[in-house]
């Protein structure tokens, strides 16, 4: 079991971090390096406001994760969404229209909260969220995107709003890419890095770790590769095998002891890149940070769920906020028993132990949502 820590100051000093490097990283940007000047002030803040609830016994996460549709135009292999049916080719119904969005965003900056990872489906068909999004200058807005609809528009409102970081999924090369996510896709991919490059634009790349690509995303050519295109942040997450079929993909022991090592060559190979692994780096500063131990995730229809993996909610932020979702009896129960804290297979401790989270919610008689 992982040691107990101060998870305030923890995350504060996790928070401080990636501000700090997401500027060196922008150094010779001077609109980005302007913004995120601004940005440190705000999170700043945002850490006094979170320290500050802390002190009368309410823990607020510094991160939230918001699924902000259940639409997709791609079928990726393996993709733990379309399995767990959060992502459909339907007709999304009863989503969170963007002002309910807008509102939620606004209580989180209320609450101190610093990021907002913006998924799907694929966000970038919600136009009206992303903007509004721009709007909430106070909080750095990461967008994980399959990288299929970059618009001219989109470029004119990242170039407007800084606080907008797209981040790009990609596999390795052309071949693992497409092997995943459709013929030309890697291309497309190439064509934007492309385009956010001459626009001096900040953004990422996500990278699913498998057993099969792994030798091939943690080598210094697939990083070059990326930096030469002006990539300023990569995010490596380890495979969700959701089905049995899909359990050899998962990195296992092996692959593990490879990663860490693997992780801390490539930040000393590319100092000025912002290099991120989960759940690596979550088992190295103490557990799991779902549960609103560090984070939550919030469902295309408000369900306020452990983490996107974990797809069990007892409370809807659409009619409760975020502030109640925060006193989820399936939240309060896994923080405060040794879930978040166990070895496990795979990316996901509580996807893994996925009954036993099923029997929390049957025990407190709410229903799976």
């Known amino acids: 079991m992982a040691e107990k820590i101060n998870l305030e100051e923890h995350i504060a000093r996790g928070v401080e971090k990636i501000v700090s490097d997401t500027l060196k990283a922008t150094l010779k940007d001077p609109r980005e390096s302007a913004f995120m000047l601004k940005f440190a002030s705000a999170s700043r803040k ?21 699924s902000i549709t259940s639409s ?20 999304p119904v009863q989503q969170l229209s963007g002002e309910e969005w807008l509102r939620i965003f606004r209580e989180a900056e209320e609450l101190g909260v610093s990021f907002i990872m913006l998924a799907g489906g694929e966000p970038m068909l919600r136009w009206d969220v992303i903007e509004k999004a721009g709007g909430m200058q106070n909080i750095l807005f990461p967008i994980f995107t ?15 709003c800084r606080n907008l970081i797209p981040v790009m999924s990609i596999e390795g090369g052309r ?30 790349a996500s990278v699913t770790v498998t057993t099969e690509n792994i030798r091939e995303v943690t080598s210094p050519e697939f990083l070059k590769t ?4 002006g990539c300023k942040l990569v995010i ?4 969700v095998p959701v089905t049995e079929e899909a359990q050899y993909l998962a990195p296992g022991d092996a692959e593990r002891a490879f990663l860490v090592p693997a992780m801390d060559a490539l930040r000393e190979t590319f100092p000025d890149l912002i290099v991120l692994s989960f ?14 131990r560090g984070f939550f995730h ?72």
């Not at 079928?75 to 339907?90: I, M, P, Q």
Request: glycine share 10%.
């Open 226 to 229: 990326l930096t030469d295109r």
């Open 46 to 66: 945002a850490t006094k406001i979170r320290r500050r609830l802390a002190e009368q016994g309410e823990h607020i996460p510094s991160f939230l994760i918001a």
């Open 146 to 160: 399959n990288g299929t609809f970059l618009s001219e528009n989109y470029l004119k409102l990242f170039d407007r």
């Open 298 to 369: 919030i469902n295309s229809h408000g369900g306020a769920e452990p983490c996107p993996f974990s797809p069990y909610s007892d409370v809807n932020v659409r009619t409760d906020g975020l502030r109640e979702a925060m006193r989820s009896r399936l939240f309060r129960a896994l923080r405060e028993g040794d879930f978040l804290d166990d070895d496990h297979v795979g990316g996901c401790v509580l996807f893994e132990k996925r009954d036993q989270v099923e029997a929390i919610l049957a025990s407190a008689g709410a229903d799976i949502l």
């Open 236 to 239: 490596f997450v380890e495979f």
């Open 175 to 204: 071949e693992t890419t497409d092997a995943r996510r459709g013929e030309g896709v890697y291309d497309r991919l190439v064509s934007n890095m492309d385009a956010f490059q001459k626009r001096g634009l900040l953004f990422g």
């Open 72 to 91: 997709c135009n791609l079928h990726c292999a393996g993709c733990y969404s379309r399995c767990n049916e959060a992502t459909v080719d339907a007709e």
């Open 279 to 292: 759940p690596g780096d979550e088992r190295a500063d103490g557990g799991c940070m779902a549960a609103g």
